[in-house]
């Protein structure tokens, strides 16, 4: 059987099941600090948005966009063996796919290598395992 990785473009709904978590409420401005020191992508992206804040001035602040920057990092995530989904820009979530267990490996060795990468990109892990579906606005 052939198991798809990736968009599906013809597809009218959209679903995932990782082991993760949310990442609604984590502070973005620490997360791209952690990033920019793992990935140089982030550090381009903080770099840019540094530039774009000089430009405003302290009288405006440039909005961090969680899905705009996690998707610029989408192919350091997956080298880390994680993955990031975004419903509508309305609900974030970082983790690994259960699909991508191995066969020897225990659920809470998996559960624990999972904490542990996602500790190192937002500081803190409090995983449990999200099934999501929707179709897109």
């Given amino acids: ?3 798809r990785n990736g968009f599906v473009s013809n597809s009218s709904s959209s679903s995932f099941c990782i082991y993760g978590m949310s990442i609604d409420d984590v502070d973005m401005k620490q997360v791209m600090e952690r990033c920019a020191k793992l990935f140089p992508k982030a550090a381009k992206y ?3 948005m540094e530039e774009d804040q000089a430009e405003l001035g302290e009288q405006d602040t ?3 966009s969680k ?4 998707y610029s990092i ?3 995530l997956g080298k880390m063996g994680l ?9 974030f979530y970082i983790g690994r ?3 991508d267990i191995g066969n020897k490996q225990t659920g809470e060795k998996f559960k624990k290598e999972v904490a542990e990468q996602i500790k190192k990109v937002i ?3 409090t995983c449990c395992t999200y099934e999501e579906a929707w179709y897109p606005c």
Avoid: R
């Fill in 1 to 3: 059987m052939k198991i």
């Fill in 46 to 48: 903080k770099k840019e």
């Fill in 62 to 64: 440039v909005d961090i």
């Fill in 67 to 70: 899905s705009e920057f996690f």
């Fill in 74 to 76: 989408e192919s350091e």
């Fill in 83 to 91: 993955e990031f989904h975004s419903i509508n820009d309305e609900a």
């Fill in 97 to 99: 796919s259960w699909a």
């Fill in 123 to 125: 500081g803190k892990a």
